[in-house]
Structures are given as structure tokens and as C-alpha cells.
């Protein structure tokens, strides 16, 4: 048996999905087709006795229900294949059965997105962080990691459906008014606010989650409590039990994504706002493009409806004035074309033609907008722009000279080894060189490498950590001073 074939039931008969709905109330309970045809008449749907047997079959076979294997004791073989012919829901039916209801109870709901919840993961990783991990007993960190995890499976669950909803909802072109005002008025506002106070909750998260990352191993192989650590500890190697989120360091990972970026990959909230952004900038101009007025916008949707309904009940009643209809709402009227005398030599085709067959005629401009092909005015003299051209050539040969200088410059500050000494003086368009390559070099080296490198201009810029040591650099605009970092600059091809 596959495994999708327990979700085979959604698109078969509803009865399916009313039987599997009273067997998934009623705690794993045995019924009998008899029970659940009774069952089924109290909710007002009547089927034949023999019919709820075919649909209780066929959800054995796709896994949903499974036969009771307890009979009790029995008298006669009629009594035992009675007794035989009982069902109970199975665990995976009973979650198919509860996940399919969720779906469809919200397929159309817009779902509010807490972003309470994310003070309640942060209070939470403080908590963590403030317990010995070392020492607290596994029940104890178990505990403060599923106070971390719990929120944020119902936080991503509901901004991911939410932001979800939206990239929908920009390909929307059939709405009403009330609708559009829902959009035009509310929901665009309101994913404004929310996008500005997620990223605000969303940074200390990630600087907790930093914090945290060095005891995540020992987090990890310690929490453990419940079913999982007592078949861990009995040593069953054969029976898997699903133990809860944080267990293992993909989980953590997968919670550092969300709030934190790495190089080249943004974190997860911020690809969320990225995408809602263009939705909603997709949806504002499909918003603009339905506004007729520019005060009361509404789609033609009801319009066609409407025109719909008329051309259903003239095609039922009055079929012979069906054209004429058609005609009155899209201007389909005949056309009429009286013969006359032939155009200019130039005409490809005579003036009887008719216009379903005729290429589309060269109109001038001036015949199309005025009706007549006279010429008006004179033509445009075309601006001298030449000494606006070589001002801004001269402004652009300056800065790259200056650049240039600020750049030999600081060459020539270092040592024979590219080496910034302590206490080198240059001037302050070379101290602008200086942090221009600086501050690159020092992302590229991060919080925990040894040694930086970076590149602009022709210039190479090296950092390594050094303890104790300070680097100071003197301008006529004031002293920059680098703790701990020895820096060497030289050219890109040295």
C-alpha cells in the first residue's frame, strides 16, 4: 500500500470524508456499517446499509480504518463474522482526516499573523541561555527547548501561509467592491506595519541564536526526555519514535535560517518581506489598473456576471435575439461598405474590400489626430550641450586624479612589506582609502577567522588579529585607532 493512497478519499465521494468523520470523533472506537449508517441518518445523509459497507472497505484498503481484531467471545460463527465486521480509525488516519479538515476549513481565510509569538521565543532562548547546560537535568533542558520551538512552529506556520496568501492574491483580477476595499484599504497597510515590526522583533532573536550556537551540541545531546530517551536508554534500535523539534542540530539550523542570514543567503524572515514586498507592489498596481475613477474602484466582474446571466436566459427563450445581444455589449455589428471609385495608385487593394480580409491601412499622424496632413511649425534646433559636457568630463578627470593620489599615498605610508606602522601620518582623502578597503577586509575575516583580505582600485588591503598590538593612523581631521588587528596595504598585482 503507497503511502499517498490514505489521501485517496478527498476526491472520491463526500460520503468518505463524513464516514472518516465520525470514526475520528470517537476516540478509536469500533462501529459496525450498521452503527455508522445510523450515525450518518442523525446528521441528515441517508445511505443504504450496504453502501456504507462498500465505503468502509474501501477505506481499509486505502489505510484510513482497520478491522478490530478483537471479537470477545462468541457463541456461533455468524456471531464471530459479526462481531468481525468492525472498524476503528487508524493513527494515520485519524492525522490525514484532522490535516485535510484544517485545509479546507481555511482555504479561503485570511489568517492574522502573532507576532507575539516571537517575544515568546526570545524570552524563551534567554531562558535557555541562562540555564547550565552542563549540569541541569535532561527533563529540565528538555523543557526550556521545547519553550523555544513550540512558538516558532505556529509563527512560521502562520506568516508562511500568510505571505502565501498574498503572492495568491496578486494574480486576482475578478474582484468586487468589497474586496477591493479590503486590499486597497487594509491589507496593504497592514503588511506594511507587520513587515517593519517583524524585522524589528527579528534581530535580537538572531543575536540570542548567535549566543546560543556554541552549546547547541551539548543542547542537543542532552535534552532528552519522554518515549524517545526511554527507548534511547533500553537500547531498541528497531522502533522509531518521533521525538520533538530541537532534537536534533539540523532543527537548530533550520531555526537559525529564519533569523539569521549568511553570506550570499539572506535569513528566512528576510526573504519572506522581500517576496510580500513584490506581491504587494504586484497587487497595488493591479489595484490602480481596477480603479476606473480613482475614488470608488471595483472590477467588471459583476458585469459579466450580469451579461452572463442575460445571455444564458436569451439562449433558453429568445435564441433569435442572442446576436443581437452580443452585439449591444461588445459592438459586434454588422458591417456595411459601399463601393466608390478606386484610391491612388498606391492603395494595394480596392476600397470594396472588405475590412475582415484588409490590411491594416498606414495612417499618417497628423491625418489620425488633426484629420488633415498639413504641416505645422518648424523643425528643432538640436541644444548645444557641449560646455555642460566638459564641465562634467573635468569633474570626473578631478576625482579620479584625486583618488589616484589617495591611493599612491597610502602606498607609500606602508613599508616595504605593505605594513601600516603605528603612528603613520597621511592626509585624510588617503585615511578615506584606508577605510574603504578596512572595513571589507574585516567582514571577510568574521568574529572567530585570523586574517582578512580585501580588493578596490588596484589596492589590497590585509588584516590579521594580533593581540595586545593597536594600530594608530594620524590625519589633519583626527586619529583612527585599530585594536588588536596589524593591517598591510599594498598593490593588487604586488
Not at 60 to 71: D, M, P, T
Not at 103 to 116: K, N
Not at 251 to 279: I, M, Q
Amino acid at each position: 500500500m503507497s503511502r499517498t493512497e490514505v489521501f485517496a478519499y478527498v476526491t472520491e465521494s463526500p460520503d468518505y470524508r463524513s464516514i472518516l468523520g465520525i470514526f475520528a470523533g470517537t476516540f478509536f472506537a469500533e462501529l459496525t456499517p450498521e452503527d455508522v449508517a445510523a450515525r450518518l441518518a442523525a446528521t441528515g445523509i441517508e445511505l443504504p446499509v450496504d453502501t456504507v459497507a462498500v465505503r468502509l472497505e474501501s477505506l481499509r484498503n486505502w489505510g484510513n480504518l482497520e478491522v478490530s481484531a478483537s471479537v470477545g467471545a462468541v457463541s456461533t460463527v455468524a456471531d464471530y463474522y459479526k462481531r468481525r465486521n468492525r472498524y476503528l480509525i487508524t493513527r494515520v488516519g485519524q492525522e490525514v482526516h484532522e490535516l485535510v479538515e484544517n485545509v479546507l476549513a481555511q482555504v479561503d481565510d485570511v489568517r492574522d499573523v502573532s507576532l507575539g509569538r516571537l517575544d515568546v521565543l526570545a524570552a524563551a532562548l534567554e531562558a535557555l541561555l541562562r540555564l547550565d547546560v552542563r549540569a541541569a537535568s535532561p527533563a529540565t533542558l528538555a523543557d526550556a527547548v521545547r519553550a523555544v520551538f513550540d512558538p516558532h512552529r505556529a509563527f512560521s506556520a502562520e506568516i508562511t501561509q500568510f505571505f502565501a496568501a498574498i503572492n495568491q492574491w496578486q494574480a486576482r483580477f475578478d474582484l468586487d467592491e468589497s474586496e477591493f476595499a479590503f486590499f486597497s484599504e487594509v491589507l496593504v497597510g497592514y503588511v506594511g506595519e507587520r513587515l517593519e515590526s517583524l524585522e524589528r522583533k527579528a534581530r535580537p532573536i538572531g543575536r540570542l541564536l548567535a549566543e546560543l550556537e556554541p552549546l547547541i551540541p551539548v543542547v542537543v545531546a542532552r535534552a532528552r526526555d519522554g518515549l524517545a530517551a526511554r527507548v534511547a536508554e533500553a537500547g531498541l534500535t528497531d522502533v522509531q519514535v518521533r521525538s520533538g523539534q530541537g532534537g536534533t542540530p539540523a532543527d537548530w539550523e533550520n531555526l537559525g535560517n529564519w533569523f539569521r542570514g549568511r553570506p550570499g543567503v539572506p535569513s528566512r524572515v528576510a526573504t519572506l518581506g522581500r517576496d510580500a514586498v513584490n506581491a504587494v507592489r504586484t497587487l497595488t498596481q493591479n489595484l490602480t489598473r481596477l480603479s476606473r475613477s480613482g475614488v470608488a474602484g471595483s472590477s467588471r466582474r459583476a458585469d459579466y456576471l450580469r451579461l452572463a446571466s442575460w445571455l444564458d436566459a436569451a439562449a433558453r427563450e429568445r435564441p433569435h435575439e442572442l446576436h443581437r445581444l452580443v452585439g449591444a455589449a461588445f459592438g459586434l455589428f454588422g458591417s456595411r461598405h459601399l463601393g466608390g471609385a478606386p484610391g491612388d495608385q498606391d492603395d494595394p487593394v480596392p476600397s470594396v474590400t472588405s475590412w475582415w480580409t484588409a490590411p491594416t491601412a498606414d495612417i499618417p499622424v497628423s491625418l489620425r489626430e488633426r484629420g488633415d496632413t498639413t504641416n505645422r511649425g518648424r523643425s528643432g534646433q538640436v541644444a548645444d550641450r557641449s560646455v555642460q559636457r566638459a564641465h562634467l568630463l573635468a569633474r570626473r578627470r578631478a576625482k579620479e586624479e584625486a583618488t589616484a593620489a589617495a591611493r599612491a599615498e597610502l602606498l607609500a605610508a606602508a613599508a616595504s612589506d605593505g605594513t601600516l606602522a603605528n603612528g603613520t601620518a597621511m592626509s585624510t582623502s588617503a585615511l578615506r582609502a584606508l577605510q574603504r578597503l578596512l572595513g571589507p577586509a574585516v567582514a571577510a575575516m568574521g568574529p572567530t577567522g585570523e586574517k582578512g583580505e580585501a580588493e578596490a582600485d588596484g589596492t589590497r588591503c590585509i588584516v590579521e588579529r594580533r593581540a595586545g598590538e593597536a594600530t594608530t593612523v594620524s590625519t589633519p581631521a583626527g586619529t583612527l585607532v585599530v585594536h588588536e588587528l596589524g593591517i598591510a596595504v599594498m598593490a593588487a598585482d604586488a
